[in-house]
């Protein structure tokens, strides 16, 4: 289960009253070419505590819409036989779309 911040929610454009989400509804909102990636990331980051770091982009139902990316942090934290994630997302969608434009404008 991930436990969502209410700014996150709305961030990510949930109804305010989603506190949290299973695994499985959290990766389908994560951009089809990027769900192998975090899943493979996140049993990692379960099975052996190898910090999470990673730029990954929403599913977005509309490809006309500006494509948001999320940066995703976390680590295991071990109490007793209790294992935790803790982590965040950040809205990174300017410094990924400035990156785009900059490339772009490089290969020309």
């Known amino acids: 289960e ?3 911040a209410p700014q996150l929610a709305r961030s990510l454009r ?3 009253r989603v ?3 299973s695994r499985q509804d959290w990766l389908a909102m994560i951009h089809p070419a990027d769900r192998q990636e975090l899943s493979s990331r996140l049993a990692q980051l379960r099975d052996k505590g190898t910090p999470l770091l ?3 982009r929403l599913a977005q139902s509309d490809p006309a819409q500006e494509t948001l990316w999320f940066r995703i942090q976390g680590q295991a934290l071990i109490s007793g036989q209790v294992k ?3 982590g965040f997302m ?3 969608s300017d410094i990924k779309n400035q990156e785009t434009e900059a490339a772009a ?3 020309r």
Request: glycine share 0%; aromatic share 0%; charged share 20%.
């Open 19 to 21: 506190e949290s989400l």
């Open 105 to 107: 404008a490089h290969a």
């Open 90 to 92: 950040l809205d990174v």
């Open 54 to 56: 990673l730029c990954v």
């Open 2 to 4: 991930i436990l969502l």
């Open 84 to 86: 935790r994630v803790l």
């Open 14 to 16: 949930l109804a305010d």
